[in-house]
């Protein structure tokens, strides 16, 4: 197990405890992880008026077939049958005292999982709560997103895509796709350099510490900051 996988574990069951002191303090959380585009503005407004406990989004892979007929469905929430395999990476959780044990059980044994949907499904299952999923065609995996063809044939109902399911550069890919991928507004000060940059690095064949070398390094000997 290498250090850069326990920095991300710890981030992720640090993700699960802010969300369990947010509910805590009578609040309902809406989160998301970093790697998300949103393409339109998605309707949160009545997120409380489902009466469910949990919200979630879809981690079915391979699922075409099962996410496809949700392409002909204009509500942005739908049953539970969506996301039976759920994921962490776009949730909402309401305030109350079952989510907040719920929560305060995955926190617990996060570190003892590979990851925070994996805490967060063992809770479920000791406390059975009621939940709905985002439509998981308006609310894309990177999975259905890049390899299942909603990219290609039903991009247009995209409110949200998750570049899961791909790690380093290919979420890069995923964002690109989606029309989310800004390079000059990402890293301003690079702006000028980036063209210059990107002979430089085979971006595809790095890992994000060698990449992360060679930036600083091209930045080191070029003299900008």
Known sequence: INAEYMGYKKIMCTKVGITRHLAELGYNVIGFDADIAFRKVPQ??????????????????????????YCYNNEHVVSSEAC?????????VAS????????????????????????????????????????????ANGYTWMWEGLSTNYSEKAVMVHANFHIGTGKQGVFEKTG????????????LYMDELEKHIIWHRQAPGEMRKEVFEYIRNHKTT
């Open 84 to 92: 039976q395999d759920f994921c962490a990476g776009m949730y909402y």
């Open 44 to 69: 949160f407004d009545d997120l409380d008026d489902h009466q469910s406990d949990f919200i979630l989004s879809s981690d079915q892979h391979p699922g075409a077939e099962k996410t496809v007929p």
């Open 180 to 191: 989310m991928w800004h390079k000059k507004c990402l890293y301003p000060k690079l702006a």
């Open 96 to 139: 109350k005292p079952k989510t907040i044990s719920i929560l305060r059980r995955a926190e617990r044994v996060c570190p003892y999982s590979n990851t925070d949907q994996e805490s967060l499904h063992a809770a479920f299952r000791h406390f059975k709560p009621s939940f709905k999923c985002f439509n998981p065609c308006m609310y």
